[in-house]
């Protein structure tokens, strides 16, 4: 069992556990350097025989969404069901409303999702341009938002197509959700003290955090959608509460990042914090080229500094 396990998010379908933790481990690394633990970092990363190294693995699920394996929603939005197409269209929507909000008033982005926002909630014009097209205006837009837009038109509304199928498959189908939960709760054992999350992961997280035998030092979520009201809060398993089990939970936010939601989730999950027991959360604004990449996360001080004091 691995005393650090990390829970990957959306689209890795093509990565694998090895190639994740060769990506994460030197920005976590880096972060208990900026902490000040540069000797724990060591224990870390770079990989190497020494008889105090730190076992940290990948819990991998991704290739639940590989193209030949899956079941349900693809990238195809013909293939959804209606509850499915429903969900995926709430969620981009959710998406615009942030980039809307967070962007600089008057700046493009925020022009663009505000039309494509108002548009998709007056019954009207939605009505008129059905769903199917609400749902592909919204990924276009989003597409065109600075950060992705770098990438080429294709590729970002890949993305989000990507995402949006990723989640919603997630979070409507059974098999999916048991088997992501399965490779998470395979690499946890009494020996574990910290799991490390991101994105769709952080959804992962949370629910085997509650399905745990063993008590677990440290929860982390980052870039998490768990606050998105209607469309993932609503549909956890269990509803939201503190896991019982958990001695920290740390949540980061990233202003910048659309994909996630809010990034202060103690309102909605701090109501039932056990005595013993402390949650905590972090944001920050850093735009950068892409502002939902794990590595700006798992850099940050904060992060160094939880997983230092769960090690301890």
Same mark, same amino acid.
């Given at each position: 069992?691995? =005393? ?25 690394a880096?972060?208990?350097r *900026?902490?000040g633990?540069g000797?724990?970092?060591d ?18 699920y ?10 349900g929603a ?43 926002f ?21 990924i ?5 938002v ?9 590729v970002?509304e ?6 949006l199928?990723q ?23 009494a ?19 509650? *399905?745990?035998?063993n008590?677990l ?10 606050? *998105? ?5 609503d ?16 949540n ?7 994909v996630?939601?809010?990034p ?6 701090a109501?039932?914090?056990?005595a013993?027991?402390?949650f905590?959360g ?9 502002p939902?990449?794990? =590595? ?5 001080i904060?992060v ?6 769960a090690?301890?």
């Amino acid at each position: 069992m691995a =005393a650090i396990v990390l829970v990957h998010g959306i689209d890795n379908q093509s990565e694998s556990a090895d190639l994740i933790e060769s990506h994460w481990l030197p920005a976590l690394a880096g972060g208990m350097r *900026l902490a000040g633990r540069g000797d724990i970092a060591d224990r870390l990363w770079p990989p190497r025989s020494r008889p105090d190294s730190i076992e940290c693995r990948a819990a991998y699920y991704g290739g639940l969404f590989r193209a030949p394996d899956r079941q349900g929603a693809g990238e195809d939005p013909r293939d959804w069901t209606p509850e499915q197409t429903i969900l995926a269209e709430t969620l981009a929507l959710e998406w615009l409303e942030h980039v809307a909000e967070r962007t600089p008033a008057g700046s493009a982005d925020a022009e663009q999702a505000r039309l494509a926002f108002e548009i998709a909630r007056d019954p009207a014009r939605a009505g008129a341009m059905g769903r199917g097209n609400v749902l592909r205006q919204a990924i276009k837009t989003l597409a065109r938002v600075s950060w992705v837009a770098n990438a080429g038109m294709y590729v970002a509304e890949r993305f989000f197509l990507t995402s949006l199928a990723q989640v919603t498959l997630y979070l409507t189908n059974d098999s999916t959700r048991a088997q992501a939960r399965e490779a998470v709760l395979g690499l946890v054992g009494a020996d574990t003290r910290a799991i490390i999350s991101h994105s769709l992961g952080s959804v992962v997280a949370y629910e085997c955090a509650h *399905l745990m035998k063993n008590s677990l030092s440290l929860l982390v979520t980052l870039g998490s959608p768990l606050g *998105l009201h209607t469309i993932v809060t609503d549909r956890l398993d269990p509803p939201p509460s503190f896991p019982p089990r958990v001695a920290a939970w740390l949540n980061v936010g990233n202003n910048e990042d659309v994909v996630a939601a809010e990034p202060d989730l103690r309102p909605l999950f701090a109501h039932d914090v056990p005595a013993a027991s402390r949650f905590e959360g972090v944001w920050f604004a850093e735009p950068g080229k892409d502002p939902h990449r794990a =590595a700006t996360y798992l850099g940050r001080i904060a992060v160094g500094r939880a997983v230092i004091e769960a090690l301890a």
